[in-house]
């Protein structure tokens, strides 16, 4: 079987199975397989066919953007990335340069001050930027995508730890953090020690545990998920799904948003701010 086809196959088996889009609380019917985190993120666009879910027109084309900023920020590092990554990370800027031309110059917009400040700021962070290492801002036009690729994750991996979409009477609340952040405060102990459990993307003795790797915690029968991800060196994902928000108390219902509510969120101010 030819790779097209093979790939028509398993789009029909799946929507088969599970009909409704899983990033929208099952409000739509499903067209297609969503790959979570998306393939441009590994090496060459290449992963083992897991953590595929079933998604609708609007989710796919809503978030593609979201996940293409995704495959270049995590790609980010502090030391020199090797000619592999060169190759992808241009590959990868080139098709965000003709779909969202001005997240590139949103990334690029330092002047050459702003970029000395950047680098001492960082420094005084105990972070030693190499001098040929990337200083870029990520500002109002980049965090929203990243907000909402981190609610997409998570709701992917409930889909595929849970066998069924969160419905809309449920909701996600997640945040990502950057190596800068990491680096210059760590992993809060509490934050891994909650999810015990560790899984990979792995298909035989093929392991992607370096471009992608995440802890978890799951409680199928009331269905609960929480997640901490590491996507390659330069972005870190954690996010919780309930799938009852009645079950929360009331002040923390806010920070949860349900899943058919999850695009209209692009523009939303508290979407556009880091959490702290
Ligand atoms: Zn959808």
């Not at 079933?54 to 990335?81: K, M, Y």
Request: aromatic fraction near 8%.
């Amino acid at each position: 079987m030819g790779e097209a086809k093979r790939a028509r196959s398993a789009t029909a088996k799946l929507l088969e199975q599970h009909p409704y889009c899983c990033l929208c609380g099952g409000i739509r019917i499903a067209t297609t397989r969503e790959h979570v985190p998306p393939r441009a993120l590994f090496d060459r666009s290449h992963r083992p066919d897991r953590l595929v879910v079933p998604a609708c027109d609007d989710c796919n084309r809503g978030t593609s953007t979201a996940d293409l900023v995704v495959s270049l920020v995590a790609r980010w590092r502090f030391d020199e990335i090797t000619d592999s990554e060169a190759y992808d990370h241009s590959r990868l800027a080139a098709r965000l340069r003709k779909q969202a031309p001005e997240i590139l110059s949103e990334w690029t917009k330092l002047g050459l001050i702003d970029r000395k400040k950047a680098r001492r700021h960082l420094r005084e962070h105990g972070l030693d930027i190499p001098l040929n290492g990337p200083v870029v801002s990520i500002g109002a036009k980049t965090i929203p995508l990243l907000n909402l690729f981190a609610h997409k994750f998570t709701l992917g991996l409930y889909f595929d730890h849970i066998s069924q979409p969160l419905p809309s009477t449920g909701g996600v609340f997640a945040t990502f953090k950057t190596k800068e952040d990491v680096a210059a405060k760590g992993m809060p102990r509490e934050l891994v020690e909650l999810f015990p459990r560790t899984r990979a993307l792995l298909q035989g003795v093929w392991d992607t545990t370096e471009q992608f790797v995440y802890r978890y915690d799951e409680n199928r029968s009331e269905g609960l998920f929480g997640c901490l991800a590491r996507l390659r060196t330069g972005l870190f994902v954690f996010g919780l799904a309930v799938k009852d928000l009645s079950w929360l108390p009331a002040a923390e219902r806010n920070d949860f948003t349900p899943p058919d509510r999850l695009l209209g969120r692009l523009n939303d101010p508290a979407f556009g701010r880091r959490a702290a």
